[in-house]
């Protein structure tokens, strides 16, 4: 039996610099479960990209990359953030401080001016200041993320805030598209969110969802009947012990099986896909000999299906 495939993300930026850099963060992270290959605008993409997932991280990047011919590509749009040492060291500064933001071009000096002001680091009056510019602000303080060649000679205080890392919701999103989850990846996934801006976790840490999450999956585990979920695909992406027990059966549904693979006996298999929602159905299956109660219900968010759960409750 041959090795299972490792999945492929490509990851897109603006410069080389830039590709270098943070192929090296994902690898740190990722280890050896990934395999990563890269691409940045400023050299063009002349290649055919085949991939599980294409990353770009910054909105120029997809903007510029949506243009080109590889829309049939699944393209995942992360972000960045910074790590918390730099964001209270710029948080120390009294309010009403005036700096120049330095980066690679105006863009990317509004990009992140725009997190700081959102991550709550009102005290700064910021001033975008980039290469080949007309006229250079006269101001003491520059602040820049891991780009100090660009900074103007006049700055006599200089802050680098060191180059920006990858978001912990962007690193999530990749490990839940390509179905990465693991105790190892969640665990680092946690001490991660811990040295980082987290704007999409500002109310709920990502500890707190994880430990919910454990908690909810432990409470499932004790329902003395049998539920399934499935995506829109009909892949497993959860199921109890006493499912397995029902059907005896010994599976990681973790590893990708979908309802349709035979994992489970056929007879369930015809009658939960007989409408979109079955309710209540009573089936006999001869194989197991007994009865089982069949409900099979849509999980919606504004009208659109993202799931189904489906139960199993012995009659006797």
Same mark, same amino acid.
């Given at each position: 039996?041959?090795?299972?495939? /490792? ?12 590709? +270098? ?17 890269? &691409? ?7 290649? %055919?990209?085949? &991939? +599980? @997932?294409?990353?770009?991280? *910054? ?26 040492? *730099?964001? +209270? /060291?710029?948080?120390?500064?009294? +309010? ?28 700064? #009056? ?5 290469? #080949? ?10 602040? =820049? ?8 000679? %006049? ?11 990858? *978001?912990? *919701?962007?690193? @999530? ?13 969640? $665990? $680092? ?5 811990? =040295? ?7 109310? =709920?840490?990502? #500890? ?12 499932? #585990? ?16 959860? =199921? ?33 896909? /007989? ?20 409900? %099979? ?20």
């Amino acid at each position: 039996m041959g090795q299972i495939a /490792k999945k492929k993300i490509i990851l897109i930026t603006y410069d080389r610099a830039s590709l +270098d850099y943070y192929l090296n963060e994902l690898k740190n992270f990722f280890e050896n479960s990934v395999e990563f290959d890269g &691409c940045c605008i400023c050299e063009g993409i002349n290649k %055919r990209l085949v &991939c +599980d @997932l294409i990353l770009t991280i *910054s909105p120029i990047v997809s903007d510029i990359f949506k243009k080109s011919n590889y829309l049939d590509v699944n393209v995942l749009q992360g972000s960045r953030t910074i790590l918390l040492e *730099s964001y +209270d /060291k710029l948080k120390s500064f009294p +309010d009403g401080s005036k700096a120049m933001l330095v980066s690679t071009n105006k863009i990317f000096a509004l990009d992140l001016i725009s997190f700081l002001y959102q991550s709550g680091l009102n005290n700064f #009056d910021f001033v975008p200041v980039y290469p #080949d510019m007309n006229e250079i602000p006269d101001l003491d303080i520059a602040v =820049t993320a891991g780009q100090l060649k660009y900074v103007p000679f %006049r700055a006599k205080e200089v802050i680098d805030i060191g180059w920006r890392c990858i *978001s912990t *919701s962007t690193l @999530l999103t990749i490990i839940t598209s390509l179905n990465l989850h693991n105790d190892i990846f969640i $665990k $680092k996934l946690n001490q991660y969110s811990r =040295t980082v801006i987290n704007l999409d976790f500002k109310n =709920t840490t990502l #500890d707190k969802i994880s430990k919910l999450q454990n908690i909810l999956n432990i409470v499932i #585990d004790q329902i003395d009947y049998g539920v399934i979920v499935t995506n829109i695909t009909n892949k497993v992406i959860y =199921t109890n012990k006493s499912f397995l027990n029902m059907i005896n059966a010994d599976i990681n549904f973790s590893d990708g099986f979908y309802l349709e693979d035979e994992i489970i006996p056929k007879e369930l298999y015809d009658e939960i896909h /007989k409408t979109q929602i079955v309710d209540n159905s009573i089936i006999f299956l001869k194989k197991l000999n007994r009865e089982l109660i069949i409900s %099979r219900k849509p999980i919606e968010l504004y009208g659109e299906t993202l799931a189904h759960v489906i139960t199993f409750i012995p009659t006797c």
